[in-house]
């Protein structure tokens, strides 16, 4: 099975980057696998505009169904598969699926796509980004890749140029789990992020930390100064969301309006079930 997952091979034939421990080489070894075996699957979570409480996007959040029916999170198996080389393949297919998904979804309403540091670095991305979308006809400000704060730093030219490539098809760039890395500002206008996701971490005390609130009004207003959207991870209450409001953040994103899950399991997203915009209630036109 190695032989045909393409990149894959990278774990099978590089024992020098092989995994060590057993444990994480039957892990890899069940991993290669699974994208052979469709035991992938991505569940979406919704991001919201903070004015109209409208949904404008879904990030695709990658899970892993074993066949005993468990459901494995990413930070169990992510890391494991940039160690081996399999994020590159296994990150292509969630670009590839996510942007096949997008047929469903309605036109004002895009995806956001993590994308790993390996992927980055690997210089194939801005390809198999537009193969994907040629394939299945989307234009590329419909796509939104998220990439971490701490990866930009590795500032190669490989790197920027990869970034580069990506914005002129179009292709929306974000900055995620901002303020939990080296925070480098000056990346934000570097590489012309179209937009930060302030981390979570102070999304969950800023009601209540001076701190975190200092940092969540830095960053709006550093951002809204450079053109750049903003958005809140992990918003669970509707007290953050008022502040929110309050403070200038354009985009939110969490527990209050839901985790992540199957694509059509959302109402008003035509999916396998079948249901029709007309019965949407989250209906994507902003209400005011
Ligand atoms: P992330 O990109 O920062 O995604 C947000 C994470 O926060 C998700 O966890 C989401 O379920 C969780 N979350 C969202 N709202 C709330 C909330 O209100 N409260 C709390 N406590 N958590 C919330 P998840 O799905 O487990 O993903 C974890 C990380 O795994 C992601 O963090 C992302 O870095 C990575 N990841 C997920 N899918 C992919 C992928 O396809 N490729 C790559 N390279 N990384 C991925
Ligand atoms: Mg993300
Ligand atoms: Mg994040
Ligand atoms: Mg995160």
Known sequence: ?????GRGQMCAFRPEIGERDDESRALQA???????????????????????????????LLRWRRPDGRLIMPDDFIPLAERCGLI???????????????????????????????????GNLPATVMSALASCDQPGHRLELEIT???????????RASLETLQKMGVRLALDDFGTGYASLNYLRQFRFDKVKIDRSFISEFTSRKESLAVLRATIDLASNLGITTLAEGVESE???????????RQAQGFLFSAAKPIGEFTGVPGQTGSGLAAAPHALAPEA
């Open 1 to 5: 099975e190695a032989k045909r997952s």
């Open 88 to 122: 590159v393949p296994l990150g292509e297919w969630v670009i590839r699926e996510a942007v096949r998904q997008l047929a469903d979804f309605p036109d004002d309403v895009g995806v956001a796509v993590n994308v790993s540091p390996v992927q980055l670095r690997d």
């Open 239 to 249: 007290e953050q969301m008022e502040q929110l409001a309050r403070e200038g953040c």
């Open 30 to 60: 069940d991993l290669m696998n699974a994208m052979n075996s469709e035991q992938l699957e991505i569940h979406y979570q919704p991001l919201i505009d903070v004015k109209t409480r409208a949904t404008i996007g879904y990030e695709a």
């Open 149 to 159: 704060e701490n990866v930009v730093l590795e500032d190669s030219s490989a790197v």
